[in-house]
């Protein structure tokens, strides 16, 4: 089992910057694929990025490509998701979860351990 908790939600204008964190506790996190996802009110929830567990691959949605940089720190068992120029469309809950089969998309991987999700809200 793995523990994780967000942070770093909160409201900012179109354009601006937030960085989520992602602390894991439990299980070894440098064993693990990671990945970020985001789901807006009434909307199904979607994968935002993904990172290799070495942190040395990583894959992005196509909507955030160019704008959001997935890292992660395995001496802090921690999970990073910088986001720039950040649109009204990015306004969601965003959740990370460890890839417990593979890693990257769900298509190419099983998440599980979610944590509880920290909102972002992007004003226009």
């Known amino acids: 089992q793995v523990h994780l908790v967000e942070s770093g939600g909160g409201l900012v204008q179109a354009g601006g910057s937030l960085r989520l964190s992602c602390a894991a506790s439990g299980r070894t996190f440098s064993s693990y694929g990671m990945g970020w996802f985001r789901q807006a009110p009434g909307k199904v929830r979607e994968f935002v990025a993904a990172?290799?567990?070495?942190?040395?691959?990583?894959d992005y949605a196509d909507s955030v490509k160019g704008r959001f940089t997935i890292s992660r720190d395995n001496a802090k068992n921690t999970v990073y998701l910088q986001m720039n120029s950040l649109k009204p469309e990015d306004t969601a809950a965003y959740s990370c979860?460890?890839?417990?089969?593979?890693?990257?998309?769900?298509?190419?991987?099983?998440?599980?351990?979610w944590g509880q999700g920290t909102q972002v809200t992007v004003s226009s």
């Open positions: 990172i290799s567990w070495s942190g040395g691959s990583t």
């Open positions: 979860a460890v890839a417990t089969v593979g890693w990257g998309r769900p298509e190419k991987a099983r998440y599980a351990w």
